[in-house]
């Protein structure tokens, strides 16, 4: 191997530490490890030789984490003078238990005496993997509490103290990571009132009240820009291209006038005064031209200029025998009665 | 009034906590500034929650608006809920509308839901249009824990006059653990016809999600029937397509996302792909870059946005997020709009924060824009 080849391999090998560093990935011995409660388990410790407290704990008990002086018990001679749980155990793992103890209703005593002591009946990991997660998933609560009818009516407060503040997410929640704008809706469709267990009535009102104060990300200034959403950076200039792109859509949040106060203001509305025309040439022609297509495949965007008030510039070609033609598709059919009732009767009503 | 609603429904015990934010915004671009207030309590049976805003610009006058104001009162059994004043009513498969008015939601043990809603639609102008009502409701059933489908109607009329009526039905399963399935159907009976069709499959396996999607919207349909523009008819658009994610490192995730569209007969497509990096293991600093490229129909575009975001000190967070976007028909408004925004949120305490950003941009209506924006943000809770 050439010099210039083993400079290439050492740089290589430096780049790939660094990316991996920098990707997560971390060398065992750089980190704080899971507890090696495996380890424990295995040489015949019981649980409650170091979480000795755990048989009388109640609601009220303070966690029943062993110190480094209930370690050195056993562990006669430590191997450095760091407190234990600097290298063993993780930060998150304590975390999580402290977050747990606050906001659920639960008491280890009970169970201890319910499961005769036999702690890994719940924590299933215990005996598998030292770096399993020790946290029951729920499913483990309702294999011995059938609480169907609790779960059917959402009744959560038997066992949390307040759902939301666990900020604890389902599996699924990760549909709020990925096209959420196009997903949540679908998926929020049946299932209301699992969404209702977090969010509140605000959070679907600031997208779907019919007024908002701000475009959303304005409002979250400071904050760390948000992966995805529909109104992201520079979306002002985006959303004509936005809205032809996906028709309906704006829909879903915005009322049918949502556009006529800015386009008001920036005069390219047809209720504006000295209104200069947004459309490109060939907008309107003998035969038609480019608006028929247009109008079909995005009426949100006609009506956000031209509703209320601006429909008359339409009916003045397309009402009953006027030279615009009909406007209806092939095949349209309405239960309305097209001469009384809005809007037919701008063009089939008896006064035409 | 918000006060008077926290103090009426004040607390008798410590949670759900009572929590109550103000937010001022300051924006020399629109020239704008606005207040927004929102919280929420709870006593027992009874809860409130309230979201309201104030805001003015140089060219128009003081407008105040009310998103929500609502109380509900729940049954201590989790049997029946009752929401009185403004809402958002969400009926399964029919979409959201926000009104002024009550629902009843009766939930039976079986598993069985019922909910009837009646109401003033809120509309623009802030008040209530003479005739202007709203009625519906949603029936739906809980199989075995794991299928949940539904089925809603709603009558809208607007001065008198039928401006919605639509039948829809919903369906979510969790057939195994790893997958999920979602669906709903809206019909609209006045135009008889699909309003909206949307169905989601994703599969979910240890590092990765994939999702395949259909959507078919008749965007006529989806206007209040008293429109002129909802005489069309059916020109609907349809979007079939899939999107994975992938943890591809711990701290690396990655999205790519691809559908094809037909847009009144013209078909196209959009894909992007999206990474995010955080920088610590928390991922409270992160580095994010997305692609895009958008082409059916008249929308053709292609654009790039990065974001990167860092705490300094527990206090401090710096942000910044940079766009590109480039038309493939600039119409004469630019070959290219880019925008950047560098912002810092400051929260010395728990109970507030200050955030500025300078935003810069060349947009399809101006060559330069720059704008500062200022947000003061309070925080108050009661546990």
């Known amino acids: 191997m050439s010099r210039a080849h083993g400079t290439l391999v050492v740089l290589l090998a430096v780049a790939l530490a660094a990316c991996a560093s920098v990707l997560g990935f971390k060398r065992a011995e750089d980190r704080s490890r899971p507890f090696e409660h495996r380890a424990h388990v295995l040489k015949g410790i019981a649980c409650t030789q170091c979480h000795e407290k755990i048989r009388t704990s109640t609601r009220e008990s303070a966690l029943d984490l062993p110190n480094t002086a209930r370690c050195v018990s056993c562990h006669e001679k430590p191997h450095d003078t760091h407190e234990c749980s600097t290298c063993h155990g993780e930060s998150s793992a304590r975390e999580e238990a402290e977050l747990v103890h606050a906001q659920l209703r639960f008491d280890h005593g009970s169970h201890q005496r319910a499961t005769g002591g036999d702690c890994a009946r719940c924590h299933q990991g215990v005996a598998n993997d030292a770096t399993a997660r020790l946290l029951p ?10 609480h169907r009818d609790e779960w059917d009516v959402r009744k959560c407060d038997g066992c949390h103290v307040n759902v939301s503040a666990e900020e604890v997410t389902p599996d699924s929640h990760v549909v709020h990571d990925g096209d959420f704008i196009r997903e949540h809706g679908v998926r929020a469709a049946s299932n209301r009132d699992l969404c209702a267990s977090c969010h509140d009535d605000r959070s679907c009102a600031k997208c779907h009240g019919v007024t908002v104060p701000a475009l959303p990300w304005k409002l979250a200034v400071g904050d760390a820009p948000r992966t995805t959403g529909v109104h992201l950076s520079g979306f002002r200039s985006r959303h004509p291209l936005e809205a032809r792109a996906q028709p309906g859509l704006c829909n879903t949040c915005h009322a049918e006038q949502f556009c006529v106060e800015c386009h008001t203001q920036l005069g390219v509305s047809a209720t504006a005064q000295n209104a200069r025309s947004p459309h490109p040439a060939g907008w309107i022609s003998a035969t038609g031209g480019a608006h028929a297509t247009e109008a079909r495949t995005d009426p949100m965007s006609c009506a956000g200029c031209h509703g209320g008030g601006g429909e008359q510039l ?19 059919t309405s239960s309305k009665d097209k001469v009384r009732e809005m809007p037919c009767r701008l063009c089939h009503g008896a006064s035409r | 009034m918000l006060a008077a609603l926290c103090v009426a429904v004040s607390p008798a015990r410590a949670d759900p906590p009572n929590e109550a934010r103000a937010t001022a915004l300051l ?9 927004v207030v929102e919280g929420s309590a709870a006593n027992g049976p009874m809860s409130g929650e309230a979201l309201v805003w104030t805001g003015a610009t140089q060219t128009t006058p003081l407008t105040a608006n009310a998103l929500t104001f609502a109380i ?12 009185l004043g403004r809402f958002v009513f969400t009926s399964g498969a029919i979409r959201p509308v926000q009104i002024d008015g009550a629902s009843v939601l009766v939930r039976a043990p079986s598993g069985t839901k019922v909910e009837a809603v009646a109401g003033a639609p809120v509309v623009l102008s802030g008040g209530v249009q003479d005739f202007d009502w709203l009625a519906g409701g949603r029936v739906s059933q809980t199989i075995a824990s794991r299928v949940i489908v539904g089925l809603s109607y709603v009558q809208r009329r607007s001065g008198g006059d039928l401006a919605d009526e639509e039948v829809g039905t919903d369906l979510s399963a969790t057939p195994a653990r790893w997958l999920d399935l979602a669906g709903r159907a809206s019909y609209d009976l006045t135009a008889p016809g699909i309003s909206e069709a949307l169905a989601s499959a994703a599969v979910r396996a240890g590092d990765f999600r994939v999702e395949l999607f259909a959507i078919d919207r008749s965007p006529s349909r989806l206007l209040p029937q008293t429109s002129l523009f909802s005489i069309f008819g059916d020109f609907p658009s349809q979007s079939v397509g899939g999107n994975v994610w992938w943890k591809a490192a711990p701290r690396l995730d990655v999205w790519l996302s691809g559908a094809g569209q037909s847009v009144g007969g013209v078909y196209g497509g959009n894909g992007s792909l999206r990474a995010r990096l955080k920088l610590d293991d928390r991922g409270d600093g992160a580095v994010g870059v997305e692609l895009r ?38 119409q004469n408004k630019g070959s290219a709009w880019p925008w950047a925004l560098v912002s810092v949120g400051w929260r010395p305490h728990k109970t507030w924060e200050l955030a500025c950003a300078v935003e810069s941009a060349s947009t399809p209506e101006h060559t330069f824009e720059f704008n500062a924006l200022a947000r003061l943000s309070l925080f108050w809770e009661k546990k």
């Open chain 1, 314 to 332: 339409c009916v003045g070609c397309h009402k009953v025998g006027g030279p615009g033609g009909s406007p209806h598709g092939l095949g349209f």
């Open chain 1, 137 to 146: 998933k729920m499913a483990t609560c309702f294999g011995c509490h059938k």
């Open chain 2, 293 to 330: 490229r958008q082409d059916v129909s008249t929308a053709r575009w292609t654009g790039v946005r990065v974001t990167a975001t860092r705490p300094f000190a527990r206090t401090l967070r710096a942000s910044t997020e940079l766009e590109l976007v480039v038309p493939d028909d600039p």
């Open chain 2, 27 to 35: 924006d020399t671009g629109s020239r704008s500034g606005s207040v």
């Open chain 2, 72 to 83: 509900a009162m729940h049954d201590a059994r989790g049997l029946a809920d009752v929401r």
